[in-house]
């Protein structure tokens, strides 16, 4: 196999940051929750345009650990949303061979969203062409603290040895364990920032700030994007020979 880091390969693992929904129902007048359906029928669109591009991960940000603080019937709206989606989408994601799996806390949400996403996960456990992750009441740092309580019992109960503890350890504790390290963070709205957002993971991803709004962004621009990568030359700290 080609070594070269310039090789024209396409990102295996895609995450997207979807912002912009709340400007762009604003600048229409209309309330927030209307960009955010705006915003569901993009996630479907783009989870669709994966496998032909060979992204065979897709990872999404759809409420944050932070995301509490907007008012209640925007929280109320957006878990409502959550649901629908789930439930329209379950037989056409199972159909169309995309695994789906939600990493986040989940205490915080409730048990209606949990039972659903339960199923999901499991109606589309043996599916394996595109595999869709959802972060939903995700933050990295929150992410990161949960894994280290988890890897401190593990060593109180002597399943662990302190000086075992590296690089590769760690990242069994996260939510994201089974998956690879995204190669590409996309973020719309053109907010430069990364909102506490894979923070573990994305340790050496190649990112693209966009300025299209979410609900805006199309299949098309999703393509340029995910092709662009395969010009960047990624280095790892290496110098190239
Ligand atoms: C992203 O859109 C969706 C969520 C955070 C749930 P926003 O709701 O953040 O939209 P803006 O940034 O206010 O435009
Ligand atoms: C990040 O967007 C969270 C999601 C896209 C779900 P925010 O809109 O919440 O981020 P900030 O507040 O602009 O940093
Ligand atoms: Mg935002």
Redesign the pocket.
């Given at each position: 196999m080609d070594a070269d880091s310039t090789s024209l390969k396409g990102p295996r693992h895609v995450a997207i940051?979807?912002?912009g929904n709340g400007r762009w129902a604003q600048s229409r007048g209309r309330p927030r929750l209307f960009g955010h359906h705006a915003g569901a029928k993009r996630v479907k669109e783009i989870v669709r345009a994966c496998k032909p591009l060979e992204v065979k991960y897709l990872t999404i940000?759809?409420?944050?650990t932070?995301?509490w603080k907007r008012t209640q019937s925007e929280v109320a709206g957006l878990m409502s949303l959550f649901r629908q989606y789930i439930r329209k989408e379950t037989r056409s994601l199972k159909k169309e061979g995309v695994r789906v799996r939600f990493i986040g806390d989940r205490v915080r949400l409730d048990e209606k969203l949990v039972a659903l996403m339960d199923e999901l996960e499991l109606l589309t456990a043996e599916n394996d062409d595109v595999h869709l992750t959802i972060?939903l009441n995700y933050g990295g740092r929150d992410e990161v603290a949960r894994a280290t309580r988890r890897l401190a019992f593990d060593i109180q109960a002597g399943n662990l040895l302190p000086q075992d503890v590296d690089e590769e350890t760690l990242p069994k504790y996260l939510d994201t364990y089974v998956l690879p390290d995204p190669d590409l963070v996309i973020r719309t709205s053109g907010?430069a920032?990364i909102?506490n957002?894979l923070l573990w993971q994305s340790a050496y991803a190649e990112y693209e700030f966009i300025d299209t709004l979410w609900p805006d962004f199309s299949e098309e621009e999703f393509r340029k994007v995910v092709s662009a990568f395969g010009m960047r030359k990624r280095r790892f700290g290496a110098v190239p020979a």
């Amino acid at each position: 196999m080609d070594a070269d880091s310039t090789s024209l390969k396409g990102p295996r693992h895609v995450a997207i940051i979807m912002d912009g929904n709340g400007r762009w129902a604003q600048s229409r007048g209309r309330p927030r929750l209307f960009g955010h359906h705006a915003g569901a029928k993009r996630v479907k669109e783009i989870v669709r345009a994966c496998k032909p591009l060979e992204v065979k991960y897709l990872t999404i940000f759809g409420f944050s650990t932070e995301n509490w603080k907007r008012t209640q019937s925007e929280v109320a709206g957006l878990m409502s949303l959550f649901r629908q989606y789930i439930r329209k989408e379950t037989r056409s994601l199972k159909k169309e061979g995309v695994r789906v799996r939600f990493i986040g806390d989940r205490v915080r949400l409730d048990e209606k969203l949990v039972a659903l996403m339960d199923e999901l996960e499991l109606l589309t456990a043996e599916n394996d062409d595109v595999h869709l992750t959802i972060a939903l009441n995700y933050g990295g740092r929150d992410e990161v603290a949960r894994a280290t309580r988890r890897l401190a019992f593990d060593i109180q109960a002597g399943n662990l040895l302190p000086q075992d503890v590296d690089e590769e350890t760690l990242p069994k504790y996260l939510d994201t364990y089974v998956l690879p390290d995204p190669d590409l963070v996309i973020r719309t709205s053109g907010e430069a920032r990364i909102s506490n957002f894979l923070l573990w993971q994305s340790a050496y991803a190649e990112y693209e700030f966009i300025d299209t709004l979410w609900p805006d962004f199309s299949e098309e621009e999703f393509r340029k994007v995910v092709s662009a990568f395969g010009m960047r030359k990624r280095r790892f700290g290496a110098v190239p020979a």
